[in-house]
């Protein structure tokens, strides 16, 4: 398929953009800035997501429209890019999914796989009082959001129902937690057991080599309407059992209802593994120190 | 009680900030056109652009002093008359650019101008409708257009301050808003084109309503995000909308049967149970 991927110069799109490759397909990386590691076979337009003009130009490459398009283009809420304005968050994260939402209806595409995450569900960030009502949290579980980045992917995951709505396109929200490229694993496993453990928004995470497989997926199959997927692995990213940490996280909240015990991550993946035939392939246990 | 007003100047703008000088609040008017001639007495003025962050900061800051409250009405009002990512981005950064500052300033509330189009029936090209009538603040959204999705945003975008801030957050739901030199031609359409009311279930509010039932809002303490559709007790229209609506679309007809007498097919009791609001006009007065 003629595939163009938007933000394919960041982390998640470099493993997305070389996944889509091995697998043959044609692919245009559609960002603002070029990729520092170019992957060779995928072409390169640079262009502002949150221009409307721009976003539809780059929807059609090599003189015709593209077949799919993944969108990844956002400001991450990673370090140093988190360190934004909350203002320019919003603008570049809202306007450039509804661009690229808008020029797919308007240009007849069929596919779009766009990128949520974790973040619509903040309950973390409530000082741990105010809980989701249950675990494992899933793709039912209530949104509950507190700044900008949680709000455009709310917005984002309703762009893409608005694109269904309209045009029945096939439109699927990917919801990766915390992303874990393998070079990335002695950094964040380093960072979950210091003097001053990190805690993230939930003790789910995604291989990032697993994450790019799961995009593929969902833009390959066909049928799968108009979905949002959580794609995360079966453990969770911590030492001690999940219930422990859930209920250390929320012991304000009051009444807990937790359905997951001892290894088993806090969001289910069973959607994702149903709906698409995805399994993760990797576990941060593979990538400990001996 | 000092208020900043949003889109001040658009008709229903114009409306509100009547209305609450009228009933002794200190106003702040603001909108991206030039200042009107015609403000009531009392009522300050600031020419701004809500989707520039910094328009908003100084609209909220105003003379040094912060609102008690802020009524937010700025916006494209439909998706006609402007290129789709226009409207959307214009509605999404302004909707933002106030609600961020409404947190950061620790203004204690806000009302959200949202729509009956939160529901994304007038818009919409793939026809749809309700799964029940009367449409009420429960009922899932559908938006297949930017303006639809703006006003869907612009409520999250409320949830999302009062989660962070415990700010106290209203959103109103207009329907088709009719304008005073408007009811001549309405009440002709009623007669003469029946079905054309259709996509907004034949639900209608007067301006003055309105307008009085952004001050019930002000004036009631609500605890969680709450939506309202402000609509007049009666259906737009002479017959009763279980008989109208069989002859729009058999799916309309057979979810209208719930509908008896004059009932629209927007439920206002929320509203009037919550906010203390009645409407007071008809269309039934126009004619």
């Known amino acids: ?290 | 009680m000092r208020v900043v007003v949003t889109g001040s100047s658009g008709r229903i703008g114009q409306q509100v900030v009547k209305e609450l000088a009228a009933h002794a609040y200190q106003v702040i008017a603001a909108d991206i056109a030039r200042a009107p001639h015609d403000l009531p007495a009392g009522v300050q003025y600031i020419q701004a652009d809500m989707t520039k962050p910094a328009d908003a900061v100084g609209v909220l800051t105003f003379r040094g002093r912060k609102p008690d409250a802020v009524l937010h009405l700025a916006a494209i009002p439909n998706p006609t008359k402007d290129p789709p990512d226009v409207v959307y981005a214009t509605n999404v950064l302004s909707a933002y650019n106030i609600v961020e500052m409404v947190g950061a300033l620790g203004i204690p509330k806000l009302i959200e101008t949202s729509s009956i189009n939160w529901l994304g029936m007038d818009f919409r090209t793939q026809e749809w409708w309700p799964s029940y009538l009367p449409v009420d603040e429960f009922h899932p959204h559908q938006a297949q257009d930017p303006y639809a999705l703006s006003k869907f945003v612009g409520e999250q975008a409320v949830e999302m301050i009062r989660n962070r801030c415990g700010t106290e957050v209203i959103s109103i739901r207009p329907p088709y808003v009719v304008f005073t030199d408007w009811w001549p031609d309405v009440v002709r359409r009623v007669h003469e084109e029946p079905l054309s009311f259709a996509s907004g279930l034949w639900s209608y509010i007067d301006v003055r309503d309105l307008a009085a039932a952004y001050r019930k809002a002000l004036e009631t303490r609500v605890n969680l995000h709450e939506s309202f559709y402000i609509v007049a007790d009666d259906a737009l229209a002479e017959r009763p909308v279980a008989d109208l609506a069989p002859e729009v679309s058999e799916a309309l007809g057979k979810k209208a049967k719930s509908l008896t007498g004059t009932q629209p097919g927007v439920d206002n009791s929320k509203a009037k149970r919550m906010l203390d609001w009645r409407p007071s006009f008809s269309w039934r007065d126009f004619t």
Not at chain 1, 130 to 137: C, K, L, N
Not at chain 1, 145 to 152: D, T, W
Not at chain 1, 201 to 208: I, K
Request: aromatic share 8%.
């Open chain 1, 1 to 290: 398929m003629r595939i163009v991927v938007t933000g394919g110069s960041g982390i998640v799109g470099g493993f997305v953009v070389r996944n889509l490759v091995a697998a043959g397909h044609d692919v245009m990386n559609v960002t603002r800035r070029p990729p520092r590691d170019p992957v060779p076979g995928a072409g390169f337009v640079q262009v502002d997501t949150t221009e409307m003009g721009q976003v539809v130009g780059a929807l059609k490459f090599r003189g015709k429209i593209a077949d799919a398009v993944i969108h990844l283009a956002a400001l991450p809420n990673v370090w140093p890019v988190a360190a934004s304005l909350p203002t320019e968050v919003w603008r570049i994260n809202a306007l450039s999914v509804y661009n690229v939402a808008e020029a797919c209806a308007q240009l007849g595409i069929g596919k779009l796989v766009e990128t949520s995450s974790v973040n619509v569900h903040q309950y973390m960030r409530s000082g741990g009082t105010i809980a989701p009502p249950r675990w494992p949290m899933d793709e039912t579980t209530p949104n509950w959001v507190i700044n900008a980045y949680g709000l455009s992917k709310i917005a984002g995951e309703a762009t893409a129902r608005m694109l269904h709505a309209r045009t029945g396109a096939q439109a699927i929200s990917i919801r990766p937690a915390l992303v874990i490229a393998p070079d990335e694993y002695a950094m964040r496993i380093s960072q979950m057991r210091g003097d001053r453990p990190k805690t993230w928004l939930s003790w789910s995470y995604s291989d990032a080599e697993d994450l790019a497989e799961a995009y593929r997926l969902a833009i390959e199959k066909d049928d799968l309407g108009c979905e949002a997927l959580y794609i995360v692995n079966d453990d969770a990213f911590t030492d001690a059992p999940i219930e422990t940490c859930i209920m250390q996280a929320y012991r304000d909240a009051g009444p807990l209802d937790i359905g997951v015990k001892g290894h088993a991550a806090d969001i289910a993946n069973a959607k994702a593994k149903a709906m698409l035939g995805w399994k993760p392939r990797h576990s941060w246990h593979d990538y400990e120190k001996r």
